[in-house]
């Protein structure tokens, strides 16, 4: 099993910036890939933000490319979701995400709000 615990979300104005964490623990040995999903009220998840463990290769949904950077610390074993010059419209519960070849993990989210 893996355990994914976020946090860094919270209220912000439009422009501003926040970054979350998420760090990992227990049997995190096969993760080879993280991620970054958000889901707003009545719409569905989805994956924003993701990264190769091994590699550092990243790769972005379009609405947030040149915004919102991932990146990882192998060493603390802890991904972060750099978010800047933020919209109204990215306000959504972010949840991590760890991937091995047979199974997927999430935390338990954390909320972002972006006032206008």
């Known amino acids: 099993q893996v355990q994914l615990v976020e946090s860094g979300g919270g209220l912000v104005q439009a422009g501003g910036s926040l970054r979350l964490s998420c760090a990992a623990s227990?049997?995190?040995?096969?993760?080879?890939?993280m991620g970054w999903s958000r889901q707003a009220p009545g719409k569905q998840r989805e994956l924003v933000a993701s990264i190769i463990t091994s590699s550092g290769s990243t790769n972005y949904e379009d609405s947030v490319k040149g915004r919102f950077t991932i990146s990882r610390d192998n060493a603390k074993n802890t991904v972060y979701l750099q978010m800047n010059s933020l919209k109204p419209e990215d306000t959504a519960v972010y949840y991590c995400s760890a991937y091995n070849w047979l199974n997927s993990y999430w935390g338990q989210g954390t909320q972002v709000t972006v006032s206008s």
């Open positions: 227990g049997s995190i040995s096969g993760i080879n890939r």
